[in-house]
């Protein structure tokens, strides 16, 4: 019997939640990881952590779930981080700026995959200022 495009499985521990996925994020899959999200802040799940080990594809839509949560998660005063997200799902992050939801990984300091080449972006003209990156609060390693 083939294995589900995507599987999810959580665990929680109070207030805190670890959602493990395993499989493909795609289209088709991308509504099975928002619901899941959603559900923990509905349940009153404040601090969610995303185990990304067993993705072997991310595209553009699991990012920008990844994003929606984040932002629903913290306008409700939690966090959301990611953890070892998959080859395909670095360069997105590195691209889009978004390495604020990687635990552990320091601002700038992402890694890309082998035989990833870097897109050139164009320097801001000096009458427009970029806003200063807010740092988040990066938890410690660890059993959630």
Not at 104 to 109: D, K, L, S, Y
Not at 114 to 141: D, I
Request: glycine share 8%; aromatic share 4%; with cysteine.
């Amino acid at each position: 019997m083939p294995l589900p495009p995507l599987t999810v499985y959580r665990h929680d521990r109070r207030k805190r939640a670890l959602i493990t996925l395993a499989g493909e994020i795609d289209l088709d899959t991308v509504p099975l990881v928002r619901a899941s999200l959603e559900r923990c802040l509905r349940d009153g799940i404040r601090t969610i952590d995303v185990d990304l080990t067993l993705v072997t594809f991310c595209d553009c839509s699991g990012l920008n779930a990844f994003l929606n949560a984040a932002q629903h998660i913290t306008a409700a005063g939690g966090t959301l981080r990611l953890h070892h997200p998959p080859r395909t799902l670095v360069p997105m992050l590195d691209i889009a700026g978004c390495e604020f939801l990687l635990l552990g990984v320091p601002f700038g300091r992402l890694s890309p995959p082998p035989g990833y080449a870097p897109v050139a972006t164009a320097p801001v003209p000096p009458h427009r200022s970029v806003p200063p990156v807010t740092r988040v609060r990066v938890l410690s390693g660890g059993a959630v």
